[in-house]
């Protein structure tokens, strides 16, 4: 269940939210709860209120964390090939320009290969840079939207309540009249 809400979470607001979209995606979620919660003798239980909040925290600060880990996996793995990429170009570029390399080709062949490494794990990064960019911009266009449809639900919610209160004096009127 807790892969299920955090894909819901993933979908709604990209890879890594913020800790304020985090925040409000959970009272969201914990006022969905009360709402659907409601029974006839009234509003939800405050113990399963709570629960259903230590979970959604929960769930939050573990998506919150696997994704910090996958970022700082990626940051590490880039600088080591990265670095490793810099030592090859430096050494064979060192032997080459010493003209003590036994195979020339063998020698450009190495570097090419380092270069076009090292080039690799710039452009993945570029490219991920990009998409966190791509993906931020995605999450406040998501919460605009869901912030604007949740104004306009209030605001219907204000006009039924007020026309059913205009129907009910109308009802009134008429019962007085008929009597």
Not at 79 to 101: D, R
Request: glycine fraction near 8%; hydrophobic fraction near 40%; charge should be positive.
């Amino acid at each position: 269940m807790a892969d299920d809400e955090s894909s819901t979470l993933e979908k709604l607001m990209g890879k890594n939210p913020t800790p304020e979209e985090r925040a409000h995606v959970i009272i969201k979620r914990l006022e969905k709860f009360i709402r659907e919660g409601r029974s006839d003798r009234g509003g939800i239980a405050f113990k399963r209120w709570q629960e259903l909040a230590v979970h959604e925290v929960c769930n939050a600060i573990r998506d919150a964390e696997k994704h910090w880990r996958g970022d700082q996996r990626f940051l590490t793995r880039g600088l080591a090939v990265g670095a490793v990429s810099l030592i090859t170009l430096g050494v064979w570029g060192s032997v080459l320009a010493a003209q003590v390399a036994p195979d020339r080709q063998t020698a450009a062949l190495i570097l090419i290969v380092a270069g076009g490494l090292m080039v690799t794990v710039l452009a993945l990064w570029g490219i991920k840079r990009a998409d966190k960019y791509y993906q931020s911009t995605r999450r406040l266009d998501h919460f605009r939207r869901i912030f604007d449809f949740d104004r306009q639900l209030a605001q219907l919610d204000k006009d039924l309540e007020k026309r059913l209160k205009d129907l009910e004096e109308t009802l009134d009127e008429a019962t007085k009249i008929g009597r």
